[in-house]
């Protein structure tokens, strides 16, 4: 974008995400944040934080289908249309969603534990977008540790060691710890992107008005 300013800021932006996995929208709300900051040539970094949208769900998950339609009370015309609606954005920004009749909706705290570990090896992001794909357009069963530990093994992780993380579960409290400290921040629903920890930013925005975003950011060091 031509007239696009670079943050002219020393420090980098900080750029927090409280998401979830099995969020379809947090996966296109960061490709759209993704393209802004190629677009502005914004320096920056990105911190990933836990949040859960089904921390009741048993541990085999649920039919993602059935899930919705009893969650929101929706119709499958209506979960139709949103599966639409999904892919349209998603092939937007370059993500594929595989939306089938036995995608399967995860709970998800083994996952944002196996992500806490990763960030100790410097391989969080990386990890995170292997789990999207993993769950979105390869429709992998994230409900099994065995999965997950292969998934990290892929990105170069140990797998072994992945899937002694999950067996003992050695990160269960640092994770609720985290996740607890953004419900105190007010954050009940995600993606939640805030900039600078100053500037909430709620919902998949769109690439325009991460742009618009990002200028002001950049106008406010000027």
């Known amino acids: 974008m031509e007239n696009s300013k670079q943050l002219t800021s020393e420090q980098p932006l900080r ?10 929208w947090c996966v296109v709300g960061y490709r759209q944040l993704a393209a802004a900051l190629e677009q502005t040539n914004t ?26 339609m009893e969650k929101y009370g929706s119709s499958k015309a209506e979960s139709d249309a949103s599966r639409t609606r999904i892919a349209e954005a ?10 089938t009749d036995d995608l399967r909706m995860h709970n998800t705290f083994n996952l944002h534990q196996l992500l806490h570990w990763a960030e100790q090896q410097g391989r969080m ?22 999965v997950l530990a292969d998934i990290a093994a892929e990105i170069g992780l140990d797998g072994k060691e992945a899937l002694t993380v999950l067996e003992d579960q050695r990160f269960a409290n640092a994770v609720r710890e985290i996740e607890q400290h953004w419900q105190r921040q007010g954050i009940q629903s995600v993606p939640a992107i805030i900039f600078n920890e100053q500037h909430l930013v709620s919902g998949a925005q769109g690439v325009d008005n991460y742009v618009n975003i990002l200028e002001q950011l950049a106008n406010m060091q000027e």
């Open 90 to 99: 998603g092939s937007e920004v370059g993500f594929e969603f595989n939306f």
């Open 15 to 24: 750029i927090d995400i409280v998401s979830d996995v099995v969020c379809p």
């Open 43 to 68: 320096d920056h970094e990105i911190h990933w934080h836990p949040f859960e949208l089904n921390p009741n769900m048993p541990s085999e998950g649920q039919n993602m289908r059935e899930h919705i």
């Open 125 to 146: 992001h990386e990890l995170k977008q292997a789990l999207f794909i993993a769950h979105f357009t390869d429709n992998r069963n994230l409900s099994d540790i065995r």
